[in-house]
């Protein structure tokens, strides 16, 4: 079974661009989550999809943060414009129908972000 | 505020020796604690943790969970270089209304183990 997927593994942009993130979930799997671990700091959630829909987003930094999810499937992440603060990895992860045995959230292998 | 404390922060130590990494909280509503491994990229699950004194063990690893003075700890008994990695601790939230299973996260634990 293929795990949760990121794309891409790095990207440097400088201030002012826009950058846009892809997660493929594990495939079946409803719940889809955003995380991201700026340097020293601990790894912090951002938000949380159930299938195409937003259930808490109240992790998000500020508007220039936009995250979809079309069709339930893939997730994108969306930073525009990029700030300097902004840089950091940034993990997707994904869960079945939370259940107190599917509590367990598979993560990707982050997207390590620079913005210069 | 919820807070996931993770100690120590960073350990060295050489193979074969036996560590414990320990982990706090301070949350609301908890529902389940979860250990993941981070070597280079994604972190892996290990252990969910839901019940105190129950101890949950896979091979040289084990972990328990203490509802009642809020933590847990993972073990892992005779070390190896590959056990080298972070090891991240995070708190699962029972959602108030909805079903956001969110995850608290400690900053985790660096444990580098020598040859």
């Known amino acids: 079974e293929a795990g949760v997927t990121q794309f891409p593994s790095h990207s440097v942009i400088e201030k002012g661009q826009t950058v846009t993130l892809r997660c493929d979930p594990i495939?079946?799997?409803?719940?889809l989550y955003w995380y991201r671990r700026v340097m020293g700091k601990e790894i912090k959630f951002l938000l949380h999809?159930?299938?195409?829909?937003?259930?808490?987003e109240s992790g998000m930094p500020n508007n220039r943060f936009l995250a979809e999810r079309t069709g339930g499937t893939y997730s994108t992440l969306k930073v525009q414009p990029a700030e300097l603060e902004d840089s950091g990895v940034y993990f997707c992860?994904?869960?079945?129908?939370?259940?107190?045995?599917?509590?367990?959230?598979?993560f990707g292998p982050g997207t390590r972000l620079t913005v210069l | 505020e919820d807070k996931v404390v993770q100690s120590p922060l960073s350990l060295v130590v050489h193979e074969g020796d036996t560590v414990t990494l320990n982990c706090s909280y301070e949350?609301?509503?908890?529902?389940?604690l979860l250990w993941y491994k981070q070597e280079k990229k994604a972190p892996t699950f290990l252990f969910m943790l839901?019940?105190?004194?129950i101890e949950k063990k896979s091979g040289r690893l084990s972990s328990i969970l203490d509802k009642k003075e809020l933590f847990s700890i993972l073990n892992i008994t005779a070390t190896q270089t590959g056990d080298s990695a972070v090891y991240l601790c995070?708190?699962?939230?029972?959602?108030?209304?909805?079903?956001?299973?969110?995850?608290?996260f400690g900053k985790g634990t660096l444990l580098t183990v020598n040859p």
């Open positions: 995070a708190v699962v939230l029972a959602p108030s209304g909805g079903s956001n299973y969110k995850l608290t």
């Open positions: 495939s079946g799997h409803d719940n």
């Open positions: 949350v609301t509503n908890f529902r389940s």
């Open positions: 992860a994904s869960s079945q129908v939370p259940g107190l045995s599917t509590d367990t959230q598979y």
């Open positions: 839901t019940s105190s004194g």
């Open positions: 999809f159930v299938k195409e829909s937003k259930q808490d």
